[in-house]
């Protein structure tokens, strides 16, 4: 996964990567995995100065394109 997309690993949940989708637009994703108490899971954060760069609408399809790139 992380050949494919400018990604480096960080220690967060299960599996975690921060995405560099553009120049300081950075994506954190954050893979949980199942147990016997919860199905298995997926955040993606954005940094809160990406609200200064995009509008709502923007950043809703930025999270997608990278979804489908995972």
Request: proline share 4%.
């Amino acid at each position: 996964m992380l050949e494919r997309l400018p990604a480096k690993r960080v220690e967060q949940g299960d599996i975690g990567i921060v995405v560099e989708a553009f120049a300081k637009v950075p994506a954190m994703i954050t893979l949980w995995r199942k147990d016997e108490e919860f199905s298995p899971e997926a955040n993606m954060l954005f940094d809160k100065s990406i609200t200064g760069i995009f509008c709502t609408e923007d950043i809703a399809v930025l999270a997608n394109i990278i979804a489908i790139q995972l």
